[in-house]
């Protein structure tokens, strides 16, 4: 029984949660930035696949 108490105690101590601090996260800048490459290849993968089927369409 002490080995499952000691196993309780040192879970805990690994088990630390993360503070969030506004002053480090990130900026809003690098936000925009994220969100502006994120639609960029969504876009680029959309007009991708409307190529390939409409060149499956004319092909086929």
């Known amino acids: ?7 309780s ?3 805990s101590a ?8 506004p002053k480090r996260g990130p900026r809003p800048q690098v936000l925009a930035n994220a969100n502006r ?7 680029l993968v959309i007009v991708a696949f409307v ?3 409409t060149l ?3 092909l086929f």
């Open 14 to 21: 690994l088990k630390r949660r993360h503070k969030f601090n």
């Open 1 to 7: 029984m002490t080995a499952e108490k000691q196993h």
């Open 9 to 11: 105690q040192t879970g």
């Open 56 to 58: 499956n369409a004319l």
């Open 37 to 43: 490459t994120v639609v960029w290849a969504a876009s």
């Open 51 to 53: 190529v390939i089927v």
